[in-house]
């Protein structure tokens, strides 16, 4: 069975005449989209405030207090090490060596029960680009006042800031929780020290943290804090430095707050000194057992110096370890 296809249609003067004429029609008028039409201001970038997941029964939001813009790594990170180590190790992860940018990133865990954030942030004191707590809070939806308990990690200045300003709690209800030995280690502290570093926090404890005491439930290792959260010690980066274990209807985040302050220059490299760490050797072997635990348990973690939003896995590599930023798994 044969079939005939026509064929095309000739060109001829008067299609030709047409077509020119429309196309001189729109170089008359200009390109469809002008490119002053198309100009808009630069705007800027704005991080994200918060992020929110379901975990079981509760809901976990991480706040961003703020960033900061520092322009060394070494010897931070690597106290230990050459700084052409710790660069190629940085060069090797997609990272400049000159420089890097650190988070800060409190948590609010809503149990249903109880409200409760951890950590304080910095504090409006410390800075232009940090101490932005109340402004993640609102974000969130949340009120200071509505803060229930607030659980102290440990107390560095970047956790402990925002307690208190204009001499005020910023979280007026609030019931506070730490550990026994955190808190008797910094509240003997002198702020006339001649350590001017020691001196500095323990001014700071002694403004942010003593007038709250009265208020605070004092915590051991496997102690809980409210149901569903229990203290993990990880002592060495403070010599009460805590983790928390966050559990409900079978789903569990651990929450390292400072066990590793890097997620390439102290995670992938737990034995690397960091000079923020108080007692070095006991910070490794802290990063060594929390991280080793998390991985093999394939538990979902947050760090409060993780990349925002600040919440992942931690995997085994070879003898040390590397962090795996969290997808889509709190949204099935």
Same mark, same amino acid.
């Given at each position: 069975? @044969?079939? &005939?296809?026509?064929?095309?249609? @000739?060109?001829?003067?008067? %299609?030709?005449?047409? @077509?020119?004429t429309g196309a001189a029609a729109i170089l008359a008028t200009g390109p469809l989209v002008r490119s002053a039409d =198309?100009? =808009?201001p630069m705007l800027g970038t704005e991080p994200p405030r918060f992020h929110r997941i379901k975990l079981g029964e509760f809901e976990v939001t991480t706040l961003l207090d703020g960033l900061a813009k520092v322009p060394r790594v070494h010897p931070i990170f690597g106290q230990n090490q050459d700084a052409e180590t710790v660069a190629q190790h940085l060069k090797a992860n997609f990272?400049?060596?000159?420089?890097?940018?650190?988070?800060?990133? !409190?948590v609010v865990v809503n149990t249903g029960t109880s409200l409760v954030l951890f950590d304080a942030g910095n504090g409006g004191a410390r800075g232009p680009e940090r101490g932005f707590l109340q402004k993640a809070l609102a974000a969130a939806g949340y009120k200071p006042e509505q803060i229930d308990t607030v659980i102290l990690t440990?107390?560095?200045?970047?956790h402990i800031g925002?307690?208190?300003?204009?001499?005020?709690?910023?979280?007026?209800?609030?019931?506070?929780? &730490? /550990?026994?030995?955190? $808190?008797? $280690?910094?509240? #003997?502290?002198? !702020?006339?020290?001649?350590?001017?570093?020691?001196?500095g926090r323990a001014k700071l404890v002694q403004a942010q943290v003593m007038p709250l005491a009265e208020r605070m439930t004092f915590l051991k290792d496997g102690n809980e804090a409210v149901s569903g959260i229990t203290a993990v010690a990880a002592y060495g980066h &403070? !010599? /009460?430095?805590?983790?928390?274990?966050?559990?409900s209807a079978g789903?569990?985040?651990?929450?390292? =707050?400072?066990?590793?302050?890097?997620?390439?220059? @102290?995670?992938? #490299?737990?034995?690397?000194?960091?000079?923020? %760490?108080? %007692?070095? %050797?006991?910070?490794? =072997?802290?990063?060594?057992?929390?991280?080793?635990?998390?991985a093999a348990d394939k538990v979902a973690t947050t760090g409060y110096h993780m990349p925002f939003p600040?919440?992942?896995?931690?995997?085994?590599? /070879?003898?040390?370890?590397r962090w795996v930023p969290a997808s889509y798994q709190f949204m099935l």
């Open positions: 069975m @044969s079939s &005939t296809r026509p064929s095309p249609r @000739s060109l001829t003067r008067r %299609d030709f005449a047409a @077509s020119a =198309a100009r =808009a990272l400049p060596s000159d420089g890097m940018v650190v988070g800060f990133t !409190p440990h107390m560095h200045p970047d925002g307690l208190i300003e204009d001499k005020n709690p910023v979280f007026p209800n609030a019931n506070y929780v &730490t /550990g026994q030995r955190e $808190f008797d $280690f910094w509240s #003997k502290q002198d !702020p006339a020290s001649s350590d001017e570093r020691m001196a &403070t !010599p /009460g430095h805590m983790c928390f274990n966050i559990e789903k569990r985040l651990m929450l390292f =707050a400072d066990l590793t302050n890097h997620y390439v220059a @102290s995670l992938q #490299k737990p034995e690397w000194h960091v000079v923020f %760490d108080m %007692d070095k %050797d006991a910070a490794v =072997a802290s990063r060594k057992r929390i991280l080793a635990m998390a600040a919440l992942g896995y931690v995997e085994q590599a /070879g003898d040390a370890f």
